[in-house]
């Protein structure tokens, strides 16, 4: 599949566009790749997304292997191999168990797996399932990590399925001419 948002060569963007690469990079991203090379093409939008999601995948508080077992379990929930390439290769840097990111890969749920992941785990999958947190589930959440975090975690989920419909829809190459590592999964699973 081709990509359907070419990259915007340096030579042939506007203010706005120009403005995002600079912020971007300046940033802790430190360059625009992935998705944003498809937000681009709406620098507005692109440039309230990326202050979103430098909040969220830098500025949670939330221990960076926790953030990153969120964004897998929702690359796994859409599908989206770009997503799955570029935060598994950073899940494992982070620290999270080789056999807890097969397992997602797989939509299996992990085993073993510490309470804190399991916890994490499994508001991904209740926020992608319903929208909502059964109150056993919330409770839990609010126990070890506190409201604010419970809202961050949630944030993440919504942040990364739009990311998701953006990378499937684009359809950029994946890194370093990676295989699709993802199998759709059967309607309701991980």
Same mark, same amino acid.
């Given at each position: 599949?081709?990509?359907?948002?070419?990259?915007?060569?340096?030579?042939?963007?506007?203010?706005?566009?120009?403005?995002?690469?600079? $912020? /971007?990079?300046? =940033?802790?991203?430190?360059?625009?790749?992935?998705?944003?090379?498809?937000?681009?093409?709406?620098?507005?939008?692109?440039?309230?997304?990326?202050?979103?999601?430098?909040?969220?995948?830098? =500025?949670?508080?939330?221990?960076?292997?926790?953030?990153?077992?969120?964004?897998?379990?929702?690359?796994?929930?859409?599908?989206?191999?770009?997503?799955?390439?570029? +935060?598994?290769?950073?899940?494992?840097?982070?620290?999270?168990? $080789?056999? /807890?990111?097969?397992?997602?890969?797989?939509?299996?749920?992990? @085993?073993?797996?510490?309470? @804190?992941?399991?916890?994490? #785990?499994?508001?991904?999958?209740?926020? +992608?399932?319903? =929208?909502?947190?059964? @109150?056993?589930?919330?409770?839990?959440?609010?126990?070890?990590?506190?409201?604010?975090? /419970?809202?961050?975690?949630?944030?993440?989920?919504?942040? #990364?399925?739009?990311?998701?419909?953006?990378?499937?829809?684009?359809?950029?190459?994946?890194?370093?001419?990676?295989?699709?590592?993802?199998?759709?999964?059967?309607?309701?699973?991980?």
């Amino acid at each position: 599949m081709s990509a359907r948002f070419p990259a915007v060569p340096p030579e042939a963007m506007d203010e706005a566009q120009c403005a995002l690469v600079a $912020e /971007i990079a300046g =940033g802790p991203r430190g360059g625009v790749r992935g998705p944003f090379l498809a937000l681009l093409h709406n620098p507005k939008l692109a440039h309230r997304v990326q202050a979103l999601g430098e909040h969220l995948r830098f =500025g949670t508080g939330l221990p960076q292997r926790l953030v990153e077992i969120v964004v897998l379990a929702t690359a796994r929930h859409w599908t989206c191999h770009y997503e799955w390439v570029a +935060h598994s290769r950073i899940a494992r840097n982070e620290g999270v168990p $080789e056999h /807890i990111i097969e397992a997602i890969r797989l939509g299996r749920r992990p @085993d073993p797996m510490q309470e @804190d992941e399991r916890l994490v #785990y499994d508001v991904a999958l209740a926020a +992608h399932d319903s =929208g909502d947190l059964p @109150d056993a589930l919330f409770a839990a959440a609010e126990a070890r990590f506190g409201r604010a975090a /419970i809202l961050d975690l949630l944030a993440l989920c919504g942040y #990364y399925a739009m990311l998701a419909m953006v990378l499937n829809t684009a359809r950029p190459p994946l890194p370093d001419g990676t295989a699709p590592p993802l199998q759709p999964l059967p309607r309701g699973a991980a």
